[in-house]
């Protein structure tokens, strides 16, 4: 059967339309194929689109497992570097804080390397929630950890933050069924009186931390002592510079 259409190139006459002109089962069967090809398509759109999803996820772990560290999950010494060299192209006072554990060494042969590990995840917590939200913490090695805080008030705040942080790391802990207590020796840096570069910035915390263990070592501090003496005087010494 032949249908006639409205065909606007000849002005709205009736012009012979080919496609109604088919049978009415040809068209249903270019329908159902036309169907067909749509589901399929929307078959492969999702199959793509759980690819893409699949493909961001592996990088953001890749990612993830580039900048961290497996054990406590902070920051691990590159992706902290990276972190410094940021905010020092962005603010004008950055401190980096670093800190080393005392006798760490102990926890793993009196312990064993497990509640070695325990100690440092406990420890990389702790670290974290003494400081600001904004502020990052990264673990540089071994019982090493760094601190990086952006847009430094002054002395005080890190006086009162190095206080904070020496007397967390020194509360008593649990692990393997024994009691462990450490303390740790700091040291920091400010920017711009201690240098604008990541290399300076780091080498002078880490020069004034293990001036700090020093101090420690020879005076032989053990616990309770809250540690953080060598800091106050590190800190006064940086901040009262004009
Ligand atoms: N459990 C555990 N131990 C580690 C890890 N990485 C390094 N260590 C150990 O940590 C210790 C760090 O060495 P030191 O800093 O010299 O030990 P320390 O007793 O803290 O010495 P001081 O800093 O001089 O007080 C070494 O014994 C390493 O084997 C780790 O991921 N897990």
Known sequence: MMHAC???????APATCPVIAMRDGELQRQL??????LAASRLRCGQ??????AGHRREHQQRHLAEHDDLTGLF?????RTRVQQALAEDNRVAVLMLDLDGFKQVNDNHGHAAGDEVLR??????????RSGDV???LGGDEFACLLRNVAGSEQLTVLARKLALSIASPMHV??????????????VSPTDGNSVDTLLATADAAMYRAKRLRKR???TPPCDGHEPVSERTDAVLARP
């Open 176 to 189: 393997a069924e024994g009691r462990v207590s450490l303390l740790a020796s700091l040291g920091m840096a």
């Open 76 to 80: 691990n010494r590159a992706a902290f």
């Open 6 to 12: 409205p065909d606007s190139a000849t002005g709205g």
């Open 48 to 53: 793509l689109e759980a690819q893409l999803q």
């Open 219 to 221: 005076q032989g501090v």
């Open 32 to 37: 159902h194929h036309a169907l067909e090809s």
């Open 122 to 131: 406990i420890m990389a917590a702790r670290i974290g929630h003494a400081l």
């Open 137 to 139: 913490v990264g673990r």
